[in-house]
């Protein structure tokens, strides 16, 4: 079965400062990693997707993040936060074996400070 | 940039009643889903749907739901007669194909309570 682990329910940087979102992931077959942010009343949005080409992803916003299969990893990393970072980030899986339905991490909130 | 519309923002009824969320999938999408979000909880697959047919479901999506697509452009979740634990925030998506591979663009969500 699968599942998603986000380490931080909540992370707090100051502008300026990298961004580290942590996620570990359980998935029986080869997965398809995402990582998606809802701002404020918005829609969630797609910030980037791992789809077994390369391991290191980049994303909208300066946001990348690495798939690491030996540690079942999936980290959002951002080198340098902004203000209108600060929003809800969830990690996502899917499997295609399993079907269409997305698998959600609990989310974690970005809190950026001046 | 086109876009899933969800209305409304916010839907309050009486435990019992029953309520019908509102989506606008983006237009050349083919599947589209429905998931939710109790507070503080994390966000819940309930269905997929594709050519007017329910193509997986989960658990959670029992006989008090009911998905449709009524004309060309709107798809519907119905909740027939709704319970306190049915408050959540409930979130549509479209994509264009199926698969893990595909992209599943959200709309904004549906805030429903149940008093």
């Known amino acids: 079965a699968q599942s998603v682990t986000q380490l931080d329910s909540h992370v707090s940087v100051s502008e300026g400062t990298p961004v580290l979102l942590r996620c570990n992931y359980s998935?029986?077959?080869?997965?398809?990693l995402f990582w998606y942010v809802q701002h404020p009343n918005k829609g969630l949005q797609l910030l980037l997707k791992?789809?077994?080409?390369?391991?290191l992803v980049k994303g909208i916003n300066g946001f990348e993040a690495e798939f690491k299969k030996s540690e079942t990893s999936f980290h959002l990393t951002k080198p340098s936060a902004h203000m209108s970072d600060a929003a809800e980030y969830f990690c996502?899986?899917?499997?295609?074996?399993?079907?269409?339905?997305?698998?959600f991490g609990k989310g974690t909130t970005l809190s950026v400070s001046s | 940039e086109p876009e899933v519309t969800q209305t409304p923002s916010h839907q309050v009824t009486q435990m019992g009643q029953e309520v019908i969320l509102r989506c606008v999938p983006i237009?050349?999408?083919?599947?589209f889903y429905w998931y939710r979000q109790i507070l503080g909880q994390k966000v819940e697959f309930l269905v997929s749907?594709?050519?007017?047919?329910?193509?997986?479901k989960s658990e959670i999506f029992d006989d008090q739901f009911s998905v449709e697509r009524p004309d060309g452009s709107n798809f519907t979740l119905k909740i027939r007669s709704t319970k306190l634990e049915d408050s959540a925030m409930y979130f549509c998506?479209?994509?264009?194909?199926?698969?893990?591979?595909?992209?599943?663009?959200f709309g904004a969500g549906t805030r429903l309570s149940v008093l």
């Open positions: 998506a479209s994509s264009v194909g199926q698969g893990a591979r595909n992209i599943q663009y």
């Open positions: 998935s029986s077959y080869s997965p398809s």
């Open positions: 791992y789809t077994s080409a390369a391991t």
């Open positions: 996502v899986v899917s499997d295609q074996q399993a079907g269409t339905a997305l698998i």
């Open positions: 237009s050349n999408h083919l599947y």
């Open positions: 749907f594709y050519n007017n047919e329910i193509s997986e």
